[in-house]
């Protein structure tokens, strides 16, 4: 082998052993098209959201007790390959590929018997600002939603001794609402968050007066207008609320108020007081980065938000064809008429 072809593969070698061993830090930073990429506008000046995003991630939405803000960049690696152990979070499984038990774990909270293949729970750990987070709500420090109020719990109680003078499937208005196909809620929010297990993806289409956020779970739509907000009288409580919306410099910045109780955050009914405070920022050509506070005094005991990576997404959303066709509901009414009659039960 003579010495010209010998130094060319050496230099190879070294290049693929460098490239190897390039720590996720490094792999992260900015290059020089991204230092240069400038916001595109839409025609009446503002930052263009438009097009299909996505929030899916494997990062959990509560912080695990006792965790620091990031993980490590080989925690990081092994979540993404699947080998890593998925946060917990109680109540939810937030953490995809992470944890191949969260499929059954799901199933029985949606009460269907998924297999693998229908679950898009994201690939990737969110980071933001460089950072890999190990939970999207950053505030108040540990991450965690905040405890609720005695009021909060008081009036949780007074709705569960209502409900329970019913049986479950004693008529349609009692079942949720993703199962009589009306609305998901989550996705869209205010405060917008990843479903968990499919289906966390929007499209976004604004004019110069409106912004309209489409969620693909349910066909949900929530328009944002733009401009001096208009109150609503407090006992007025649409479906996600009253949203107006403002351009801060390059950030759209969204308050909402008058959060219909149907809509419960994290399990929790907003008051008539609560403001849901958002910020889009269009950061490059793949990323908007999501802001949400959360500020209701009469049912959490401080305020508390996080941040959420909206990513690009490459591909078409299809239509959600939930409420043509929806037997699922009327079989499990009139399997519980069914089952009422076997009992002697009219």
Request: contains cysteine; charged residues 20%; proline residues 8%.
């Amino acid at each position: 082998m003579n010495m010209r072809l010998w130094s060319s593969l050496l230099g190879l070698c070294v290049a693929i052993a460098a490239a190897a061993f390039l720590s996720p830090a490094a792999a992260q930073a900015p290059t020089r098209d991204a230092e240069q990429w400038v916001v595109p506008r839409t025609a009446d000046g503002h930052p263009d959201l438009q097009g299909n995003w996505t929030n899916s991630t494997l990062t959990p939405f509560q912080r695990q007790e006792g965790r620091g803000r990031v993980f490590t960049w080989e925690e990081v690696a092994d979540l993404e390959r699947g080998d890593g152990v998925c946060p917990p979070n109680p109540g939810t499984v937030e953490c995809g590929r992470a944890s191949r038990d969260g499929a059954s774990n799901e199933a029985r909270l949606s009460g269907n018997e998924y297999n693998e293949v229908y679950w898009e729970r994201g690939t990737r750990i969110a980071i933001v600002n460089g950072e890999p987070r190990t939970s999207l709500v950053t505030h108040p420090a540990n991450g965690r939603v905040p405890a609720r109020t005695p009021e909060a719990e008081r009036l949780g109680q007074e709705r569960r001794d209502f409900r329970s003078q019913f049986a479950q499937y004693d008529h349609p208005e009692l079942r949720p609402f993703a199962e009589r196909c009306i609305l998901f809620g989550s996705p869209l929010g205010p405060p917008m968050q990843p479903v968990g297990a499919y289906n966390s993806n929007y499209t976004i289409v604004q004019t110069a007066d409106h912004v309209v956020i489409m969620s693909e779970m349910v066909h949900d739509a929530r328009i944002i207008r733009i401009g001096e907000p208009e109150p609503m009288l407090k006992g007025v409580r649409p479906y996600f609320g009253n949203s107006w919306g403002r351009w801060e410099g390059n950030t759209l910045v969204v308050e909402t108020t008058n959060i219909s109780p149907l809509q419960p955050v994290r399990g929790v009914v907003l008051s008539q007081e609560a403001v849901v405070s958002e910020r889009f920022t269009r950061v490059d050509e793949e990323t908007i980065i999501y802001e949400f506070t959360v500020d209701d005094p009469t049912m959490f005991t401080e305020p508390w938000g996080g941040e959420i990576p909206i990513n690009r997404f490459h591909a078409n959303l299809y239509e959600y064809a939930c409420h043509e066709g929806n037997y699922a509901l009327a079989n499990v009414l009139s399997g519980a008429r069914y089952q009422e009659r076997q009992a002697g039960r009219n």
